[in-house]
């Protein structure tokens, strides 16, 4: 039988020439070609209908980033016991790759049937907990999230989000002091190496896989960025979502279920590391949601400020960072109650 390409869109660029290429390299009988939904990063994914087991093709243009990362930590997680898309063939230098599809499960869309919600997010705290009692798992070698990266994500917020509020040189100033302060709050985190932060771990990029079992019954998505730092974040990446409500008795649960499986933990070092990485990960949420819709056209992210502007407040205050929030009150006194404007309405 021949094989078919079907594309759901007529075919325009050389771009699109190349990913029909690479798929009818490396994929053998009939299949059709389906682009999934974009995220916040350039990459696309691509289902290829047809193919068992099922594939995707992943299109990583090499003048955003590299593949490399992803293939490299995929293997790592793999060789960990934990479910991560297999690598069926990548290159390079086109960015381009075949890898395993998971399927249509995400937790986002459990949760949208109803499936429970306990335990989903136990499933997901079991695979956290499991990976950072993993030695192992820290013998990659990867960058570290350490000063260098969590300054560059804060800056976004200075860049992108209170510079709408602040003339140039009032920016600057404002900057400096915020940096300051940030860089003082985070130096107890700054240092920290001993998990592997995959930075991306919230419900869109979790799926179930009902045929496994164990933590691998868990599908990770998402991971390339991933980092060598402090075990707190991710677990406050799939609690304190900025796409979706998570009760602040649920967050409670989920952080008594986590260091319940890790009772080495001491629970008030760890508190300290995960409302402090809580009220980072927040301030650059709003400055990368700006980012996105007025430098990327993606207006869809400017919807979670409202809740991001909330975790913000929160999680400065239970991180005891008085200062930091009484320089936001100073110099943009109207921050938590921005209306971000989007240019299609």
């Known amino acids: 039988m021949p094989r078919f390409h079907k594309i759901l869109k007529p075919l325009t660029t050389t771009r699109e020439q190349d ?4 798929i009818a390299a490396h994929v053998v009988g009939p299949y059709g070609v389906q682009p999934l939904p974009a995220d916040a ?20 243009p090499p003048s955003s980033e590299t593949i490399v990362p992803f293939v490299t930590i995929a293997t790592h997680l793999q060789g960990l016991g934990l479910s991560a898309p297999k690598i069926y063939a990548h290159d390079p230098d086109q960015g381009l790759a075949v890898i395993e599809d998971f399927g249509r499960l995400t937790f986002t869309q459990l949760l949208a049937a109803n499936y429970s919600e306990h335990a989903l997010y136990e499933q997901a705290v079991d695979l956290l907990a499991a990976l950072h009692e993993m030695d192992e798992a820290c013998t990659i070698a990867l960058p570290t ?17 209170a510079s709408i509020y602040l003339q140039k040189t009032q920016a600057q100033a404002f900057g400096d002091a915020f940096m300051s302060l940030w860089n003082k709050a985070l130096a107890p985190v700054a240092g920290i190496r001993s998990a592997l932060v995959l930075r991306d771990f919230h419900v869109d990029n979790l799926m179930i896989l ?28 799939l609690t304190q979502d900025a796409r ?18 890790r009772p080495q933990i001491e629970r008030g070092q760890f508190l300290k590391e995960y409302h402090l990485l809580g009220a980072h990960r927040a301030t650059k949420l709003v400055g990368n949601f700006e980012r996105l819709s007025r430098r990327d056209g993606k207006h869809g992210y400017l919807a979670f400020l409202p809740r991001v502007m909330q975790l913000l407040e929160a999680e400065l205050n239970a991180a005891g960072l008085w200062d930091i929030l009484a320089l936001l009150n100073a110099d943009l006194p109207n921050w938590k109650n921005h209306a971000p404007h989007s240019p299609q309405g």
Request: glycine letters at 6%.
């Open 145 to 161: 999230y350490d000063m260098g990266p969590l300054s560059t994500e804060l800056e976004m917020f200075i860049d992108w989000f």
């Open 244 to 261: 979706r409500h998570v009760s602040p008795a649920f967050e409670g649960h989920l952080i008594d279920y986590y260091l319940a499986q």
């Open 19 to 22: 990913r029909l290429e690479y």
């Open 210 to 237: 009902p045929e496994r079992t164990g933590v691998s019954r868990c599908g990770l998505l998402d991971f390339q960025d991933a980092l060598l730092g402090a075990p707190a974040y991710d677990l406050v990446s």
């Open 41 to 60: 990063s350039a990459r696309q994914y691509f289902r290829i209908i047809g193919t068992h087991p099922p594939r995707l093709l992943m299109d990583v």
